[in-house]
C-alpha cells in the first residue's frame, strides 16, 4: 500500500472538535475571570436578550434555519441515492450477463460525473473503475448503437 506525499494537518479531518475546543477554551476563560472575555461574553448575550425584543428577527432566523436543514437533508438523501445506484452498477459489472455488464459499466461511467458530488466520492469511484478494469472485469469493447438516437 502506497501513502501519499501530502502532509495532513493534525487538525485537518476534526470536524467539530475544533469549534467545540474554542468554546471549552472560552468558558474556561471566563470561569477564571480574564476581563477581556467576560467583558466579550456578558456583551454577546446581552445582544441575545435584546434580540428577544423583536420577534421578526426570531421569525427569519426560524424560517433561515429551516431552509439550511432541510437543504442538507436534501444533500443527504442525494448521496444515499448515489450510493445506491452505485452499488447497484456494480453488481450489475460482475453479472453474469453481457447486456447487464454494460449497462452497469454505462452506469459506473456516468455516476462518477454525476453533477454535485463531492471530489473525494469522485475520485472514491475512479478508483474503483481502474480496479474492476485491473481485475479483468473490462468494459465491453463494442456496444450496440441505438437506432433511435444514433448514440452507442
Known amino acids: 500500500m502506497t501513502t501519499s506525499g501530502k502532509t495532513h494537518s493534525l487538525l485537518a479531518n476534526k ?42 428577527i426570531w421569525s427569519f432566523l426560524t424560517a433561515l434555519s429551516w431552509a439550511v436543514a432541510a437543504f442538507f437533508v436534501y444533500r443527504f438523501y442525494r448521496l444515499y441515492l448515489w450510493d445506491k445506484r452505485v452499488s447497484s452498477a456494480m453488481e450489475a459489472v460482475v453479472a453474469p450477463s453481457s447486456a447487464r455488464q454494460e449497462l452497469g459499466w454505462r452506469s459506473l461511467s456516468h455516476l462518477a460525473t454525476a453533477d454535485g458530488l463531492p471530489k473525494n466520492e469522485r475520485a472514491w469511484l475512479s478508483a474503483v473503475l481502474d480496479d474492476f478494469q485491473e481485475r479483468g472485469a473490462h468494459p465491453p469493447s463494442t456496444s450496440p448503437v441505438c437506432e433511435r438516437c444514433g448514440r452507442g
Open 15 to 56: 470536524g467539530l472538535l475544533v469549534p467545540l475546543g474554542l468554546v471549552v477554551l472560552l468558558i474556561m476563560l471566563y470561569v477564571a475571570g480574564v476581563p477581556w472575555v467576560i467583558v466579550a461574553l456578558d456583551g454577546f448575550w446581552e445582544g441575545v436578550d435584546r434580540l428577544a425584543e423583536h420577534p421578526r
